[in-house]
């Protein structure tokens, strides 16, 4: 977990801290494995029409790599806006 998250956290209990790096964990950990559940749900369908063989052919392969690659893209493009935006909030002091 990146310990810059805890900076504003300094006034807490040593336990709580702890407490509270361990949620943030687990929210990065949700977060990430519901954004791979959607990546591969979002691209199994736009790319996998029949099931023909146990592998994928040539033309589903490429679907499948084009859709991540822009999932992924567009994933990280929107974070780092995010991460723009929250840096130019005005914090509540």
């Known amino acids: 977990m990146d310990k810059s998250m805890l900076g504003d956290l300094d006034s807490l209990p040593e336990e709580d801290k702890i407490r509270m790096s361990a949620m ?7 977060d ?5 559940n ?3 749900e ?3 369908s736009d790319c996998v029409d029949t099931f023909r063989r146990k592998s994928l ?7 499948v790599r084009r859709c991540a690659e822009k999932f992924l893209k567009h994933s990280m493009r929107v974070g780092m ?13």
């Open 24 to 30: 943030i964990d687990q929210l990065q950990i949700r």
């Open 32 to 36: 990430s494995l519901r954004m791979y």
């Open 38 to 40: 959607t990546l591969v």
């Open 42 to 44: 979002r691209c199994f």
């Open 57 to 63: 052919d040539k033309q589903e392969e490429t679907c």
């Open 81 to 93: 806006r995010f991460a723009e935006l929250n840096q130019g909030a005005p914090t509540p002091d």
